[in-house]
């Protein structure tokens, strides 16, 4: 890898790849092509397959673990095993969400205990839990940790449900790890992106007819493409983003300013 990269030298580690659709694929590809060193989790035996076919590309000797988020013991095995390849970690990305589907269709009131506790669990406190066990190895050198999120977070989007709930309270964790490790020189931001066809979002109902919407009412009156995410997660992770840390950057063709 040449050291003119933006990232050349630096270690990522990925949260949240299922397939190639997957926007943490998207943001991989990106670090990986500004020189990025990448491990990878996975999610279960059931993704392993694709995970490592995935990340194979990228050399048959990159690092990819078990974790499913909602074990503080899974956490703990996979950052044991990241230590024995490396003491630095640069880059986190946490692209991780789930919500049981009965939760996503119908009406937010009818949402059980359980499926409030759960999603809450894997999409908003992982990110906790996961910038606590990277913390010793971005202990000295700093570090940019990227989360995504969305819209559904600060407004009502029919559907999105428990998982807006879920969103709303990972944004705020943002703000909140952000000031706790600004003076590490350790930067916490989320991505807002618009509605993507991914494995994910088909979870939420009425996918199609939100990306019809977008269309027809953003500004830039098209939906986002995977790439752009890539993009805007390595703007984060490099220096030209050094002084912004608890936000919230929106990559929705601008809909989110829209109120008709
Ligand atoms: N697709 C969209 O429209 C959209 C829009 C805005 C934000 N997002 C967010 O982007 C992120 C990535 O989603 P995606 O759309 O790429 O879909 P995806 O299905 O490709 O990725 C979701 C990932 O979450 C992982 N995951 C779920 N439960 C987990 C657990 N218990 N432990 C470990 N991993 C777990 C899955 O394995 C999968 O890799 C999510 O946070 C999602 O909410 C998606």
């Avoid at 996975?42 to 490592?52: C, F, H, M, S, T």
């Avoid at 894997?122 to 971005?138: D, E, K, N, Q």
């Avoid at 950057?249 to 008709?260: E, I, K, R």
């Amino acid at each position: 890898m040449s050291s003119d990269l933006p990232l050349a030298g630096k270690t990522g580690v990925i949260f949240g790849v299922a397939n190639k659709r997957s926007i943490a694929w998207a943001i991989a590809q990106a670090w990986h092509k500004a020189g990025a060193k990448l491990i990878f989790n996975y999610q279960g035996e059931r993704l392993k397959e694709n995970v490592e076919e995935l990340a194979g590309t990228f050399g048959e000797d990159t690092l990819i673990l078990p974790c499913d988020v909602s074990s503080d013991e899974q956490i703990d095995t996979f950052f044991a095993e990241v230590k024995k390849q490396t003491d630095r970690v640069d880059l986190l990305l946490h692209s991780v969400a789930f919500a049981p589907r009965e939760a996503l269709a119908g009406e937010f009131v009818a949402t059980t205990r359980q499926a409030f506790s759960t999603a809450h669990d894997i999409s908003a406190y992982s990110l906790v839990g996961l910038t606590r066990a990277v913390l010793p190895f971005m202990e000295k050198n700093g570090g940019s940790i990227v989360a995504m999120t969305y819209l559904g977070a600060a407004r009502v989007v029919p559907h999105y449900n428990v998982m807006g709930v879920a969103k709303a309270a990972l944004e705020a964790s943002v703000r909140y790890l952000a000031n706790d490790l600004g003076r590490k020189k350790i930067r916490v931001n989320a991505i807002s992106a618009g509605p993507m066809n991914t494995l994910a979002a088909r979870g939420v109902a009425g996918l199609t007819e939100m990306l019809k919407h977008y269309e027809l009412r953003a500004p830039l009156h098209r939906n986002v493409e995977l790439e752009e995410l890539g993009a805007t997660g390595l703007f984060l992770a490099t220096d030209g983003a050094a002084a912004i840390t608890g936000q919230t950057m929106y990559v929705d063709s601008g809909f989110s300013v829209m109120a008709m």
